[in-house]
T-cell receptor, first 112, second 111 residues
């Protein structure tokens, strides 16, 4: 099983809202990632968690707040977003030291 | 710095072979990858190659790596309509497997 699940599939939120994206995997992977993909662009790394600790933050604005409550779950908390934050948010996981990174289907976020 | 470049579009006839090309700049890249993305979907890992290899074959897919020229290619044999998608080349290096993607090549397969 190489499945990474993400909820919700679609999300529309206003600039004053607070919402969360959820990512889950049950492959025993201990590294999890958030990527942002704008339309017609490649994915860009936002955050990396390794063994539930934040290892990489690619200078992401503080209105994006990641959380890794356990080894299977990764959240991305959103607050006071801007319309330019509208994108496909992709979660991925891998085993630390492994080079196979598996992606979820993404959450398509629209900020109005 | 790190940079990955791909041609943006490729059109092939069903049954022909497709060859998608990629160049990268980071000589310390450890692994090089090919991902497939269908419309509205996430990324599917197709195959990857370690930087000390020059070829890898997996069913209809053949990856060629020219490390001297920093050139990677993906050949899809007997291309089918289901192969229509965007194909991303990516490189990684470092302990956290940070992926740097190319812009993606849109493959269109026509009858």
């Amino acid at each position: 099983d190489t499945e990474v699940t993400q909820t919700p599939k679609h999300l529309v939120m206003g600039m004053t809202n607070k919402k969360s994206l959820k990512c889950e995997q049950h492959m025993g992977h201990r590294a999890m990632y958030w990527y942002k993909q704008k339309a017609k662009k490649p994915p860009e790394l936002m955050f990396v968690y390794s063994y539930e600790k934040l290892s990489i933050n690619e200078s992401v604005p503080s209105r994006f707040s990641p959380e890794c409550p356990n080894s299977s779950l990764l959240n991305l908390h959103l607050h006071a977003l801007q319309p330019e934050d509208s994108a496909l948010y992709l979660c991925a996981s891998s085993q630390p030291g492994s080079y196979e990174q598996y992606f979820g289907p993404g959450t398509r976020l629209t900020v109005t | 710095g790190e940079d990955v470049e791909q041609s943006l579009f490729l059109s092939v006839r069903e049954g022909d072979s497709s060859v998608i090309n990629c160049t990268y700049t980071d000589s310390s890249s450890t692994y090089l990858y090919w991902y497939k993305q269908e419309p509205g979907a996430g990324l599917q890992l197709l195959t990857y190659i370690f930087s000390n290899m020059d070829m890898k074959q997996d069913q209809r897919l053949t990856v060629l790596l020219n490390k001297k020229d920093k050139h990677l290619s993906l050949r899809i044999a007997d291309t089918q309509t289901g192969d229509s998608a965007i194909y991303f080349c990516a490189e990684s290096s470092g302990g956290y497997n940070k992926l740097i993607f190319g812009a993606g090549t849109r493959l269109a397969v026509h009858p």
